[in-house]
């Protein structure tokens, strides 16, 4: 993916190099042009380079070349964490009204919650749709949601899931035994009476499931979900994987003997 | 107003009648400027007025050319506003125009509101300024609590609507929608969907009871689906609604009652709200889905094979809002079931991450362009986009007026070929020849802005963003768009030659707005200018642009004409250039 998207960007530098710019560029221009080509947020990182500098338009010409090739650089470092996403560093863009990102920030949440709410948590919702209208006032858009990828063995397609929305590993659990026991319904709670719910993925934390909750940490390791505080772990979670325990690698089930926390070999 | 003979034959009685055959603004406009009589007389009997850009005129210039209007809009702060490009402070501030309007217009009956700062104090002095005031709408606005609602349905005895539409509103309580008197019953229209609050149910039920003719009424997120069936019942007349939550733990009893309740609504035409939709009480809007010809689900969280099911089961839609949940096939679904389709937009459940987490590609966009012959309006995002798929698409629908396409990714290229999307985005403005409203996305050059410039002779509105190579793209545009009124670009190589070389383009348009663009102070201060029918406004958080070199590029400039010269209400942020040298 990455790769595609530097091929892609040095083909458009190649691609631009044939035009033929007579009447308005100048030098400045197809600079500009370049630092342009070589990803998101060049852009404006180029202009900023130009205020420091003298009026004189060859000296900001060669300072926004400069800076065009430190862009290189930049430009690479942006295209390759995956998950980021480019869009998400940059004001206002994708274009969606505020008033619409709230209401996906709140989504977020775990369905289940809301399935079962009283009117007293009905009225919790309302306010948390207040404080995400709060947030979205200020300039830059940050979204108070965590989402990272689930992915669980013998589901080719992966979720995704807010673990900032949850309060603690037992919500979390819930929700993905939610998410996974039926694969092909909906992500939205089901009844609590359906009996098949029992069998399923549920003691993902105590070691009575087929399958073992795990995450990949800041540093790259697989770990056990579970082993460090909450609060630990919503700081340092990249990516959860649902393992069948055949696939942990000699670890068992949590609830057996354990040292610390655990690594897992890396998939 | 005394008859008296004009220079033409027809005594002004006469004129005026004719005159209130006119339907629009711009007939209206015309008709004022055949001659001084014409002038006078139709500014007597205009009624209703649109100012798409506030600062264009002022209340004083609007009030003393007409002194008799029932009905204003206003429009204020620039599109981009709605994505936080405009910092908050810069203006759009509705208040001065309410007071004049108190004096001048004690009969006004509508306002209409679109992304103006809004106060309580203002809401109040509308509600008490205006006896016979009837429609107020207000969309994208904010600043007024739900204390200013309170004053408006306390006082506006006659009120026809009320309609909230995406505000951002300081919810103190509930407790406003107890105001509406008891002998209140004119209500037609009630949209409290943007509103976080509860409010009192039994106050709503009773509302809703004495009002016969209320059309419309979309709740809040916290209305409970519980509440819903005395609602409709109470009013099955209606022929919009809008739900709260659709969300409530599966029981059998709720579920009839809620179906039975819709079944009522033999009249209902559209549909909205939906939030965190349980699939399993989808069934109860079954019957009234024949009907519907306008859908919203662009809030509703549920997916395939619900989701597909639910559109299928609305032949007649002509206007569906929907998440990208809807994914290819649901939109090929759609394309065989919905044949009188005329807008459609799709958005991102996901919007943050560059990874799609449906299967959502420009085949659906390709599919409902195929299938829908009376397809005009699209707004998409995706993440994928070719150049085949948008020239497909183009000559699958050259009926196209409407059309926005936003590929998640900035620059994204032909994700098959890598190359640029001036192909396809030129296929769009070649073959569509009524466009009116284009927004662009992905990789693209100053080629594909030659084929705007050349094509796009009708497009009245334009969004660029992360495009072009340099000036030249944005002077094919400036200098080939007859009918372009409103530009919007950000982040695009754009300079000031472009903007010198047509600079009185400038003053046939309603607004420009450029944002991290390549355009120097000292060009903004040459168009102030050269140019004194425009206001030239550089907004720039870094502190006064002239602590800067005059090449240094300002962070965002927005040029609308005005006749009411500079603005007095510039924040800090804010400088307008001088008409003088």
């Known amino acids: 993916m990455e790769n595609s998207g530097s091929d892609a960007k040095e083909k458009n530098m190649l691609f631009k190099s044939k035009e033929s710019y007579v009447k308005y560029a100048d030098e400045a221009e197809v600079e500009l042009g370049l630092g342009l080509s070589l990803g998101v947020g060049q852009y404006s990182r180029i202009v900023k380079e130009k205020e420091f500098i003298d009026d004189h338009s060859t000296k900001s010409c060669s300072s926004s070349s400069s800076s065009s ?104 659990a819930k929700t993905l035994d939610d998410m996974f026991h039926k694969p092909n319904t909906t992500m939205t709670a089901k009844r609590r009476l359906n009996s098949e719910v029992q069998g399923g993925i549920m003691g993902l934390l105590d070691g009575s499931s087929d399958f073992v909750l795990t995450y990949e940490d800041k540093d790259g390791d697989w770990m056990l979900v579970g082993d460090v505080p909450w609060e630990m772990f919503l700081n340092s979670v990249k990516r959860l994987r649902i393992m069948k325990t055949s696939g942990a690698n000699g670890l068992g089930p949590r609830c057996q003997e354990r040292r610390g926390s655990q690594r897992i070999q890396p998939i | 107003m005394p008859i008296k003979m004009s220079h033409s034959s027809f005594p002004e009685e006469v004129l005026e009648h004719v005159f209130s055959f006119l339907i629009s603004d711009k007939d209206k406009n015309s008709v004022s400027l055949v001659c001084k009589s014409w002038y006078e007389i139709e500014r007597w009997c205009r009624k209703r007025v649109f100012v798409g850009n506030c600062y264009a005129v002022n209340p004083l210039i609007m009030t003393q050319r007409f002194p008799d209007l029932r009905s204003v809009e206003l429009k204020g702060k620039p599109h981009f506003a709605d994505f936080n490009l405009v910092p908050d402070g810069w203006g759009g501030c509705v208040f001065p125009w309410i007071v004049s309007m108190a004096r001048a217009y004690p009969f006004l009956e509508e306002i209409r509101l679109k992304r103006m700062v809004v106060s309580d104090e203002g809401l109040e002095l509308i509600s008490t300024s205006f006896k016979n005031f009837k429609v107020l709408v207000l969309a994208a606005c904010e600043g007024f609590s739900t204390d200013g609602l309170a004053a408006i349905a306390a006082n506006c005895r006659n009120l026809n609507v009320l309609d909230l539409r995406e505000c951002e509103v300081e919810d103190l309580s509930g407790h406003w929608l107890s105001h509406f008197p008891d002998n209140f019953t004119s209500l037609v229209s009630l949209n409290i969907a943007c509103l976080g609050s509860e409010v009192s149910y039994s106050a709503l039920e009773r509302l809703v009871t004495r009002c016969p003719n209320l059309r419309t009424l979309r709740l809040n997120r916290a209305v409970p689906l519980e509440k819903l069936p005395n609602l409709l019942r109470r009013a099955p007349q209606l022929v919009e609604f809008g739900t709260g939550a659709f969300s409530a733990e599966v029981r059998s009893d709720v579920f009839s009652t809620l179906t039975e309740a819709f079944s009522g609504c033999k009249q209902l035409k559209g549909l909205s709200g939906l939030w965190d939709v349980v699939p399993a009480y989808l069934p109860a809007i079954s019957s009234v889905c024949p009907a519907l010809t306008s859908l919203n689900l662009s809030y509703a969280t549920i997916q395939s094979p619900d989701l597909v099911k639910l559109v299928s089961q609305c032949p007649n839609l002509k206007r569906l809002w929907v998440l990208d949940y809807i994914e290819d096939f649901g939109l090929q679904v759609i394309a065989s079931s919905c044949k009188d389709l005329e ?239």
Not at chain 1, 131 to 157: F, P, Y
Not at chain 2, 517 to 544: H, M, T, W, Y
Not at chain 2, 546 to 559: A, K, Q
Request: net charge neutral.
């Open chain 2, 343 to 581: 807008e459609l937009r799709v958005f991102p459940s996901d919007p943050f991450v560059a990874e799609p987490n449906v299967s959502l590609t420009e085949q659906g966009l390709v599919s409902v362009s195929e299938g829908c012959p009376k397809l005009q309006s699209v707004l998409y995002f995706c993440r994928q986009m070719t150049n085949a798929a948008l020239v497909t698409i183009a000559r699958n629908r050259p009926n196209f007026i409407r059309f926005r396409l936003c590929i998640i990714e900035p620059r994204a290229p032909d994700y098959v070929t890598l190359e640029p999307l001036d192909t396809g985005f030129g296929a769009i403005v070649e073959n569509c020849k009524e466009l009116r409203r284009l927004s662009l996305s992905g990789l693209l050059t100053d080629r594909v802005f030659e084929s705007i410039g050349k094509h796009a002779k009708k497009l009245d509105m334009l969004s660029i963003a992360f495009a072009g190579d340099s000036d030249l793209g944005l002077h094919h545009v400036l200098s080939g768009c007859d009918s372009l009124r409103k530009l919007e670009i950000r982040d695009c190589p754009f300079g000031d030659k472009a903007l010198l070389a047509n600079a009185s383009k400038l003053e046939t348009m309603r607004s420009l707005w450029m944002s991290s663009c390549a355009v120097s102070f000292r060009a903004c201060k040459l168009l102030g200018q050269k140019l004194p029918r425009l206001n030239v406004e550089v907004i720039d958080e870094r502190g006064p642009p002239d602590s800067r070199p005059e090449s240094c590029p300002v962070e965002r400039l927005y040029i609308y004409r005005t006749i009411a010269g500079p603005r007095f209400d510039t924040p800090g942020f804010v400088w307008t250039m001088e008409d003088d040298a």
């Open chain 1, 69 to 172: 090739s430190s862009g290189t650089k930049r430009g690479a470092d942006s295209v390759s964490p995956p998950c980021s996403g480019v869009s998400s560093q940059v004001v206002g863009w994708p274009p969606i009204r505020a008033y619409r990102m709230n209401s996906l920030t709140n989504h977020a949440k775990p369905p289940i919650s809301e399935e079962f709410s009283s009117s007293v948590e009905k009225h919790e919702t309302g306010n948390n749709i207040e404080k995400s209208k709060k947030t979205t006032n200020e300039k830059r858009l940050v979204s108070s949601s965590l989402l990272v990828k689930v992915n669980m063995d013998g589901h080719a397609i992966g979720r995704k899931v807010d673990v900032n929305a949850h309060g603690s590993y037992e919500a979390l």
